[in-house]
């Protein structure tokens, strides 16, 4: 998903993304159905979108991930979990205030996504552009390959 950023409160939104990343992570974890994930302001006018010294905008928060299921339960179930996240970055983007608070406008919210998640949009020549190493989802991985326990502090 990417949605453009008001530029001008782009250094706030920076700082509740950083603020935010420990609750989105632990929200990750415990949806049990995300592979990989990352949440990233983007400088669409920089040819790579990556900031540079002097990022010049227009600005886009995405938010990229590959999890198992349907669609419509991820979303329902990261609503469930980081509601109040949403709430916080959608105030930052284009047309997202409308869905606040986002746990009383689930529907509207999964429909916005939807409409801006460029993998619910069919690619230019209708092919299918995903591709995945092994057929395994997250529960099945996380049985076989456990997480180390974090270390014990002397």
Do not use: C, W
């Amino acid at each position: 998903m990417a949605l453009d950023v008001d530029a001008s409160q782009l250094p706030a939104l920076q700082k509740v993304v950083a603020t935010a990343q420990a609750e989105i992570n632990a929200a990750l974890t415990s949806v049990g159905t995300v592979h990989f994930a990352r949440v990233l302001v983007l400088d669409t006018s920089s040819p790579n979108l990556q900031f540079t010294a002097t990022p010049a905008g227009p600005f886009a928060l995405a938010v990229i991930t590959e999890y198992d299921g349907d669609f419509a339960r991820y979303t329902q179930d990261f609503v469930n979990k980081i509601g109040d996240v949403f709430d916080m970055l959608l105030k930052f983007t284009v047309g997202g205030s409308a869905l606040v608070p986002v746990t009383d406008n689930v529907a509207a919210f999964t429909a916005f996504v939807a409409a801006n998640d460029l993998s619910q949009q069919p690619p230019n020549d209708g092919g299918n552009r995903l591709y995945s190493a092994y057929p395994q989802t997250v529960q099945q991985i996380l049985a076989k390959f456990p997480p180390a326990a974090a270390p014990v502090p002397a």
